[in-house]
């Protein structure tokens, strides 16, 4: 629902430049470190600047119960609901409050000052399989004598659970990772990974928790759900393809995964829900829900500078409260803070394929970056940044930042060590 904090006619006084990703209808939350402040403590972005959350509190500004919830990651406000801080950091934010003119820079930052670390602490990580483009692809290249999709694909959300101590900040270094590959009929070999990959996706973040046993009905699910946020799932391909039968993505996928700082509230987001593709065949009882919805993000993906993709996520065929509806349905509990990413972005068009697999067609169609050079996976010192926006054109641009990072080879010193 659509409330005065995201009325478009809202001004702030704090300078916000054109077409900024954070204007006072965003007010997104992240967790930042200052070099004289090391200690993490949350922060909203407004424009090119942070309100430090912990000054505003100290200051007895806030007037919230969130004393020791506006240091360290965002668990605790997570459980608690962003809601209630988000309207009052808008509050007194907007043109004409002088609230926060007793603390010193009225609790600003610049943000070029600080720097962002992991927003919450990720319990658990589940990355879903849910554009119907990205699935057929990866179904035509693979299998293409059989059907693109799985049968079960437009049944359930599929996904698999992966690893959330290497989910990284935006901005770290991308180690490439080693691992068992084989090409042809050869044995397998160790090494590194000849196909490093991004996937461009969308994850969304859980704010209130659930009890075990007790699935959350598709009706409730967005209540659950905290907010959203970028996700770079790196693939490293020939190591997924030579041990994924018979149970799913492991090593290929497990070294790194990458995501964006700022947490954007669905109550930010919310003149930007619209409806989800039609689903042919209707879904089981539990997965049905009229008001489910969308959300209008464009997204984009540059390698070194030169944007390779444009995707829009408003055509997954799986919805957020869908995927979170099936991931509980046995009784799997959820704590604040567990990730949900979306699976891979991509459209109907070669222009907007989320993955390095897609673009390239599995290696047999590099395509062209800046000063001539061609990529069909990625190599070491490339640096890959995934963006993403909603409105811009119409209505205020709500923005997610960046998600990036590059691409490193694994230090020789530990390559000779045998350091795994």
């Not at 402040?37 to 000054?55: C, F, K, Q, T």
């Not at 690893?163 to 009929?185: E, F, K, L, N, W």
Request: net charge negative.
């Amino acid at each position: 629902m659509t409330n005065a904090t995201t009325d478009p006619g809202l001004g702030t006084w704090v300078p916000v430049p054109e077409g900024s990703d954070f204007p006072i209808q965003n007010l997104p939350f992240g967790v930042f470190t200052t070099a004289g402040d090391p200690g993490p403590r949350v922060g909203v972005a407004i424009g090119e600047h942070v309100l430090d959350l912990a000054a505003v509190q100290d200051s007895g500004v806030m007037r919230l119960p969130v004393a020791e919830m506006t240091r360290g990651p965002l668990n605790s406000l997570l459980a608690m609901g962003l809601g209630p801080v988000r309207r009052r950091v808008s509050e007194l934010l907007t043109a004409g409050n002088d609230e926060l003119s007793l603390l010193e820079d009225r609790g600003l930052v610049a943000m070029d000052d600080v720097e962002m670390v992991m927003p919450v602490e990720v319990g658990d990580y589940v990355d879903f399989y849910s554009s119907e483009q990205h699935a057929t692809n990866v179904g035509r290249m693979f299998r293409p004598d059989a059907e693109p999709l799985p049968p079960n694909w437009k049944h359930l959300p599929i996904g698999y659970h992966g690893r959330s101590a290497t989910i990284v900040p935006s901005g770290m270094d991308i180690v490439r990772p080693h691992g068992q590959v084989q090409s042809g009929g050869s044995d397998p070999e160790f090494g590194p990974t000849r196909r490093l990959d991004f996937e461009v996706e969308v994850g969304f973040v859980t704010g209130q928790g659930s009890r075990a046993g007790s699935p959350i009905p598709i009706v409730a699910a967005e209540r659950h759900i905290a907010g959203l946020l970028l996700v770079n799932d790196w693939s490293a391909r020939d190591i997924q393809s030579w041990e994924y039968r018979p149970l799913g993505p492991f090593l290929g996928k497990s070294f790194a995964t990458t995501i964006s700082p700022w947490l954007v509230t669905l109550e930010a987001l919310a003149p930007y829900r619209v409806t989800p593709p039609a689903q042919d065949p209707e879904p089981l009882q539990y997965l049905r829900d009229e008001s489910a919805l969308g959300v209008d993000i464009h997204l984009d993906v540059a390698i070194n500078g030169t944007v390779v993709s444009r995707a829009e996520f408003r055509d997954m065929y799986w919805t957020m409260a869908q995927q979170l509806a099936h991931a509980t349905s046995n009784g799997a509990v959820t704590r604040p803070g567990d990730l949900f990413a979306s699976g891979t972005v991509s459209n109907d068009h070669p222009g907007s394929y989320g993955s390095m697999l897609e673009l390239a067609w599995n290696g047999t169609r590099p395509i062209r970056l800046g000063g001539g050079e061609e990529r069909s996976f990625l190599s070491d010192g490339d640096e890959v940044v995934i963006r993403g926006w909603c409105g811009g054109d119409a209505g205020p641009r709500i923005g997610f930042g960046e998600c990036r990072g590059t691409i490193v080879a694994r230090p020789p010193t530990e390559i000779a060590a045998g350091a795994l």
